[in-house]
């Protein structure tokens, strides 16, 4: 139903500042649970997956209240310890609350999440390293029920660093009594800033930013007041939109020192960059110079930007190659763009771009959160009319991609 219109080929000018960071303030929310009191949370993006972690928290007896970015979350009394099955299904990340529940209530009940449908995104790793904390978790007719009345540090590897599985992790072990070392973890900035929060709840973390973490649990974990960081991979958007259009803008709360490997693929591009602090200038004219990429684990390049590089790909001059290695599915935007002129050709995990001088605009569909802006971004840069469809995808994790794009001149407006 939810649509954007956007007007294509103009240049951008602007200036904006970066909204909070949806996959910083999720597991967040989940780690409020473990704090029988209030927590508060400040530079909360309004967002479709922030609403809906908030319903599941209220559903489980907590009271949240978001005003002006602030969201104050009282988790004095949990009386539900079941995630309910329609939130879980619309968001993959509820499963961090499966370790926060365990690491409040010992026990819990959950639904195999839903999200993105950007590959099969299993939770066997989530199930294996919990039990490893003591959680004997059983599958009773769809629901999997998790029971950990002695909830123990101990030593647990992860064969791949997922974030969701390593927050699930650290929720659980910092509630946990002992010591658990997580080898292997993901170092994802948003990990890193969790670690932070439980740090000052009370649990003892070592190994900030590192794929080893020792974590040394709370039986009392503290109140809090925490900042959201800005969101990198929307800061990631609004450079690849000048990119892709030309132009120069100013991003404020940007978070560029999480972006240094896109910042160093965008200047290979040609893009003329720069840091101060936590703004970063953007310049660019002419099209962008063909490269490939490899998406990775952090510090790698984000899988969460490889739809909107395939549109600056797309424009580019030459022939380049994104290679995706975490998540199988995550091309679905490629059928999209084809609609627009786009020369994209799809061999199992790699793309074959070979860059046009435009595209034209045209009727798509968001497949996805992060496919959808990309879609938005090749409308800007597109001769014409560009209708994108079932934008809801892209509200779960963009605040306001219209206005955000408008405050850098673009013309692109939700359809009424
Ligand atoms: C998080 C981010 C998402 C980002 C992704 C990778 C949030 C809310 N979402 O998702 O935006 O794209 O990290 O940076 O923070 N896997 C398994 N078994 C498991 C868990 C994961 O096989 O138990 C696989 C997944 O299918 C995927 C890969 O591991 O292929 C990475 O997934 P993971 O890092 O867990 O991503 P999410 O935490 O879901």
Redesign the pocket.
């Known amino acids: 139903m939810s649509a954007i219109l956007v007007q294509g080929y103009h240049s951008l000018k602007g200036e904006l500042k970066i909204q909070g960071s ?2 910083a303030a ?1 597991p967040m929310m989940a780690a409020a649970l473990l704090h029988k009191g209030t927590t508060v949370l400040r530079h909360v993006p309004r967002i479709q997956d922030v609403y809906c972690m908030m319903g599941i928290l209220e559903s489980m007896g907590c009271v949240c209240d978001l005003r002006d970015h602030v969201l104050t979350i009282d988790a004095g009394e949990v009386t539900d310890i079941r995630i309910p099955k329609e939130g879980g299904k619309a968001m ?2 509820s499963i961090v609350l499966l370790g926060a529940l365990l690491g409040r209530c010992r026990e819990a009940f959950v639904h195999y999440p839903g999200g993105c449908s950007i ?8 199930l294996e390293a919990l039990s490893r904390l003591g959680a004997e978790i059983r599958e009773e007719e769809g629901v999997l029920h998790a029971l950990a009345p002695r909830l123990e540090g101990n030593h647990i590897h992860l064969p ?1 660093p ?4 390593t927050e699930n992790v650290l929720l659980a072990a910092a509630a946990a009594r002992g010591t658990t070392v997580l080898t292997g973890a ?1 170092r ?1 900035p ?1 990990v890193e800033e969790l670690c932070r929060m439980l740090e000052a709840m009370g649990a003892g973390i070592r190994g900030l930013g590192t794929s080893r973490l020792e974590i040394r649990g709370t039986d009392n974990p503290g109140s809090v007041v925490r900042d959201v960081p800005g969101d990198r991979i929307v800061t990631g958007t609004c450079l690849s939109a000048v990119m892709a259009c030309g132009g120069e803008a100013v991003l404020r709360r940007s978070s560029p020192g999480h972006l240094e490997c896109v910042i160093g693929t965008m200047k290979k591009m040609g893009a003329r960059i720069k840091v101060r602090e936590d703004v970063l200038e953007i310049r660019m004219s002419g099209r962008p110079k063909a490269v490939s990429v490899e998406t990775g ?1 952090y510090p790698g390049f ?3 930007l490889q739809s909107v590089f395939m549109v600056l790909m797309a424009l580019s001059e030459g022939t380049g190659y994104l290679k995706e290695t ?3 599915a995550r091309f679905a935007t490629a059928k999209e763009l084809h609609k627009m002129g786009a020369a994209i050709i799809i061999e199992g995990d790699e793309a074959c771009i070979t860059g046009r001088p435009g595209l034209r605009g045209a009727q798509v569909q968001a497949r996805d959160l992060r496919g959808g802006a990309a879609l938005a971004v090749a409308g800007l840069a597109a001769e014409g009319e560009t209708r994108i469809t079932d934008c809801h995808h892209i509200f779960r994790g963009y605040e306001d991609l219209c206005g955000d794009l408008q405050s850098l001149g673009a013309v692109i407006r939700r359809e009424k």
């Open positions: 949806k996959n999720l993959r990340s590959g099969s995104r299993p939770i066997d790793m989530h791949f997922s974030v969701g599985a993901a994802e948003e684990p984000p899988t969460d975490v998540f199988e």
